[in-house]
Each structure stands twice: as C-alpha cells, then as structure tokens.
C-alpha cells in the first residue's frame, strides 16, 4: 500500500489544523448535528469510573466500555461491571485497549501487559506481556500484534506463544503508540521515531520506515477507503 492512502496525524499537525477556519473544522461529516439522539452516562448510571479508555462491540450486541475499573458491558438497558474473576483472574485493574478479531472474540489488553480473550460469554484464555498496551491489531494469518509505551512489540500466535521485539531486533523505538493494518496485509507501527511498516508473514519481520516521517513522533494511522 502506498504511503498516500495512509491518513497520518502527527503531532506537528496540530498546527496545520489550527490555520484552519473554525467554521471548516465543526462541519458534521454526516447530517446535521440536530439529527442525533445525545445521552450522556456516568457512574450515576452504572458506570465504575468516568473515565472511557476504549469502546468495542461484540457480536451478541453488547457494547464494550474500558476503563481505570476495569470492563464494563451495556446491554442498551444497565451496564455490569465484570469483576476479575470473571474475567479468568485478570491481573490488571485498568484496563486500556480492547479489539474485536475476526473471529468476533474480543482481547482486553490491561494496563500492565495482561492479555485476556472473550468469547461467547466468557473467557478462553489470556496471556501476560511486560509494559503499558498502547494498542492492538490482528494480521491476516490471526496472529495479534501488542505495542506498548515503552517495552517495545509483541507478536502473540493464535496457539498462545509470545514472542518481543526490542531495539536488537531492529524496533528503531521500545515507544509505539499504534500498529494498523492496511488492506494488503502490512503491518503499519507509529512510534515516536516515525512511521515504520513490516510483512508479518516473515519469522522475523524487518521494520521498514517511510522517509518523510523519519524521526517525527507519529501518533496515530487509519487505513482509509476511498472510491
């Protein structure tokens, strides 16, 4: 995929959207925004905490809510806090990114490297890395990429084995904030040293970067879909 179908938000486009006109800015991108229904939900309403890390949903039609305690389940009536146990022993409280695979089981990554698997109504196993997860994505053959701020990579198989990259594997930062995957199946990390892609089908993938993002912090990518 070339890099021009990639949609980068870099922390030096702060400025750029800044010389925006404000009025471009707050144009709804669908439907005026009279249209749409607000609620607004706190720990009045079920909720454990007020702080939302991350929002998925299930196949059964649950919405997924993470936060500082723990996960959170909403029905479209009443929200359940599902406690550790629940969650198979889960060893982390916060809990930061959660993502649907593509077998519609959701990962719960926790906020000091607990991995946990949900599927149909409980828990089908879990997994415990080193490091805060900033993010998760899955690649074509059903292998999970983990980045995290500080401890580098992780490449977690659907049969459980574990295996970090660091600097000496050629990571040019243990700091990733995002890992994306485009439609021909790379792997796209932003790091705080630039934008770097990989083939995940290579036992030990090589971290390919894009010139012009060299040393600049990139925070976040998106694989759009145009035409």
Known sequence: MSVHRLFIRLLIGCCWLLSFPLSAQLQPAIGPLQDYYHEHFTTRDGLPNNTVNA??????????????????????RAFEWLSRDQLGGFADSGVIKMFRRADGSLVIGGMRGSLVFWRQGRTTGQVKLEGVISDIDEDSSGTLWVTTEGNGLFRVTADGQVRRFGLSEGLPSLQLHQVEKSRDHKMWFATV???????????????????RFRDIETITIADIVTG
Do not use: H, M
Request: charge should be negative; hydrophobic fraction near 35%.
């Open 55 to 76: 929002i998925n949903q299930t196949q059964d039609g649950y919405l997924w809510f993470a936060g500082w305690e723990g996960v959170t389940r909403y029905n479209g």
């Open 193 to 211: 040293k630039g934008l770097f892609w990989i083939d995940p089908a290579l036992e030990t993938p090589r971290f390919q970067p894009i010139s």
